[in-house]
């Protein structure tokens, strides 16, 4: 009970004094001499802050009174708050106004402007010795990139010795931009302009992915080299002899003389077949015989017969098999090899085709038609056709391909433009 006589008691002094924080302490008896050690210090304030000569400052009964103009309005609001923070100031009333002289209110920016001339003075020389550095640098850079070696050595081709080069001077204008930055002792600007640098090619490798992706392709294929000039390609179903790959696109002539402009990205996903890599290529047909045949003669008589042609090679040896038994007769697969080099492959296989004929013929075995052909016959006798044929073998060199050559390299003498293609280079 006592305890409790003593919480009571104590709670009943304590509210008005919380009572009298909360509502601000104002002292019973006021002084003319605080009056003035008030207003007294508030003018030195202002008169330290500056920008207010022409507000005057009266205290009365520590009631303070501003009156007069300043050069902003910003000026006057803060006035207020400053002057409720004196000790002994009971209330703040601000009067003071914006003032209406432009050039009054033109000296802040005057100030401002003056204050960044001095620091532009003090910046400047700063500022040309980081400039000097940077050129310095960057000329050095751009210096080593123009030189031939090793850019020319270390390269597949003049186009990667050019990727090379630029990447030197882009090294060397970053490295050029640090050291101007840490002489300015602004060197926190980098990781910016490196953010900034990277969102914007991010953007734009978006916008540009095809030229992008047909750039790198490009590249790997200046690397990778999976073919050289005048080589027999097939790529993407496109067959032609390879004129020149520059960095957009790969230029075939095909048979019929006409020009195929690939983009280097299509070649370097495509299944490339290069017919020149290996000097021997295989030729094959199938001819049909009558079911009453010996096959296993045929077979043997046909495959000597192509084995026996002189342009086909001994290895690896001709081969025939029997494919299927159609409802006119049995198919027979011929194949042989030749040096594509020293012999056209369309005009080898058409030869061999004609002597496994004129074979097949001889030997009395009747080559099937499945056709059915319609006779109309008239009273006339008609003449017997001269069914005699030469079985002597022709010609088959390579003569239409080596004037292939001819024009691929006579168009690559002519035409001024970039190749990416080297004959002493590796090939892939």
Do not use: C
């Amino acid at each position: 009970m006592r305890l409790f006589l003593i919480f009571a008691l104590f709670l009943t002094l304590a509210l008005p004094i919380a009572a009298q924080e909360a509502n601000g302490t104002i002292a019973t008896e006021n002084s003319a001499q605080q009056d003035a050690a008030i207003a007294l210090r508030i003018r030195e304030i202002l008169g330290e802050l500056g920008n207010y000569d022409d507000v005057s400052v009266t205290v009365n009964e520590g009631v303070v009174t501003l009156r007069g103009t300043t050069a902003s309005a910003v000026e006057a609001l803060e006035l207020e708050p400053l002057a409720a923070r004196i000790e002994g100031v009971v209330a703040v009333r601000n009067q003071v106004t914006e003032t209406a002289d432009i050039g009054e209110r033109l000296n802040p920016a005057i100030e401002r402007f003056r204050g960044r001339v001095d620091q532009f003075v003090i910046f400047f020389p700063l500022a040309l010795i980081a400039g000097a550095a940077f050129v310095v640098v960057v000329f050095i850079g751009f210096t080593l990139a123009r030189m031939r070696q090793p850019w020319e050595r270390l390269a597949p081709n003049m186009f990667i010795a050019e990727i090379y080069r630029q990447l030197m001077r882009i090294a060397f204008v970053i490295f050029g931009i640090i050291i101007a930055l840490d002489i300015l002792n602004a060197t926190a600007l980098l990781g910016t302009i490196l953010g900034a640098a990277g969102i914007i090619g991010l953007a734009l490798g978006f916008a540009v992915k095809d030229t992008v992706e047909n750039f790198i392709a490009s590249v790997m294929l200046s690397f990778r080299q999976p073919f050289r000039p005048n080589d027999t390609v097939e790529i993407n179903g496109d067959i032609g002899k390879v004129i020149r790959l520059t960095s957009r696109a790969t230029i075939l002539l095909s048979f019929d003389g006409n020009h195929i402009r690939i983009p280097n990205a299509t070649v370097f996903k495509s299944r490339i077949i290069n017919y020149t890599q290996n000097a021997e290529r295989r030729f094959m047909f199938s001819v049909m015989v009558e079911r009453d045949a010996d096959l296993q003669e045929t077979r043997a008589m046909v495959a000597k017969t192509v084995q026996d042609l002189p342009f086909v090679l001994n290895e690896p040896a001709a081969q025939t098999w029997i494919e299927a038994l159609h409802p006119a007769g049995v198919e027979l697969v011929i194949t042989g090899w030749v040096d594509q080099n020293e012999t056209s492959i369309v005009l080898g296989k058409g030869e061999a085709l004609r002597q496994v004929k004129l074979a097949i013929q001889a030997a009395g075995i009747v080559i099937p038609d499945a056709t059915q052909a319609i006779h109309l016959s008239r009273e006339t006798k008609p003449t017997a056709p001269d069914l005699h044929e030469s079985t002597q073998v022709e010609t088959v060199d390579a003569s239409e391909d080596a004037a292939l050559d001819r024009i691929v390299e006579a168009e690559r003498q002519e035409e001024i433009s970039e190749d990416l293609l080297r004959e002493d280079s590796l090939k892939e």
